[in-house]
């Protein structure tokens, strides 16, 4: 016999543990399906959680590391920039456990988990929809459902099978998170700027005295990630070491089987096809990261926050009309200079004229844009802002709750 389910969510990153979450707490019942058997394993983030994403979202205390209040920008000659918050402004999250966390509470409010399943298609019938997952013996599985979220990421199946946007722009990040190297000092995110070693982005070094992820990223097509990752892991070494952060520069090159994380993340900024009476899509499979700093996981939660308010109204009889408002021209305006800024960063791959930008960046109107940059309050745009949303039911009486959870 086939399953029956409100909604059907495909991928269960941070996107999909969130709405399996929302969508049950308000009363839905929901199946949450990802590939993985085990959330855990195959991490692909860093997991940089930003002050304004701390503010808005409860996120366990447990499940993220110590504030981070300093940056250190280093030009392509290496010579740094050092900037100071008075603010907590980064954590660095522990993704297994804040997933397993996740999954707890999706499954408390009454989703059903279904993990190792992998979809693979939809067909649509008059008044619903017949997901088609595989489940880990390899058998296949059929759901009749009323709606279905793609959260499956960057290179969403979901995305193609529900006929909406996908991603075309995307640049792929691998990194090496390390355990028990002794990193002296306040925690610090080094951020290098290296048109060779990451070729339209960043190379990092985020340190927050328990855990020390050194990582590049780098549009696919100039530059080869593993021997770039080499690289960083030799420079990341020489500056740690060359400013007495760590006891030699050769710490992180002979350090033992670091926790390797890797994956595509889309920086073409959101999409506009992203939902139709059949479904919708959320985080990476939207093309939510912001297109300049590459960061997902605030954009996650809000877009995800927002996209579950649209399904309940979807879904519940008098609910308010507001899927047609969950697109990407109303969110796009707010993409626009960091679109243009990262078309001019791309195109920037002579080291000289990245070194002068970064002398640029000491004297002070240019400091205080660096600062902003870092530090500010930029992130995904706040969607009870720009979309015309305060006309539902359920948007009016529980955005605020939904939010804060
Ligand atoms: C190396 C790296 C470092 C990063 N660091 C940061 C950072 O520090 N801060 C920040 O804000 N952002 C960072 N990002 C971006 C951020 O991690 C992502 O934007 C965010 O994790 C996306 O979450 P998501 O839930 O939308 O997608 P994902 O986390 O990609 O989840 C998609 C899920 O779908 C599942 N799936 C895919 N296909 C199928 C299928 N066919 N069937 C079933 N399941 C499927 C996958 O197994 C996966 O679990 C980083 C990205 C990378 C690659």
Known sequence: MTEQHDVVVVGAGLSGLRMARLLAESGLSVLLADRKTDLGRGVHTTGIFVRRTLASFRLPPECLGPAVRHVTLYSPARRPLKLESPRDEFRIGRMAPLYEYELRRARQAGAEWAPGCRFEGLEF???????????????????????????????????????????????????????????????????MLDPQLAPGYIAWAAHDGHELHVGTGGHPSRF?????????????????????????????????????????????????????????????????PSPLTAGGLDPCLRLTATAAEVIVDHLT???????????????????????AMRKLYDSLDDPRLIEAMCLALRVLPLRLAARHLFFGDGSFPDPSAELPLGIGVTTSRSRGAIMRT
């Open 125 to 191: 019938l008059r008044t619903s929809t017949l997901v088609k997952l595989t489940d880990p013996e390899g058998a296949h599985r059929l759901l009749r459902t009323r709606f279905v979220v793609g959260a499956d990421g960057t290179f969403s199946t979901a995305a193609r099978h529900l006929e909406l946007d996908r991603n075309r722009d995307w640049i792929v990040g691998v990194e090496e998170v390390f355990r028990g190297i002794d990193v002296q000092g306040p925690p610090r995110l080094h951020v």
């Open 224 to 288: 080869d990630p593993d021997r770039a990752l080499r690289g960083v892991r030799e420079l990341a070494g020489e500056l740690l070491a060359g400013e007495g952060l760590i006891a030699s520069r050769h710490a992180l090159t002979r350090a033992s089987s670091p926790e390797r994380r890797a994956g595509a993340i889309p920086v073409g900024g959101i999409l506009e096809r992203l939902a139709s009476t059949r479904g919708l899509l959320v985080g990476d499979a939207a093309g939510a």
């Open 317 to 339: 009889p008098g609910g308010a009309p507001t899927l047609a408002e969950y697109r990407g021209g109303n969110f796009r305006p707010r993409f626009v200079s960091r679109l």
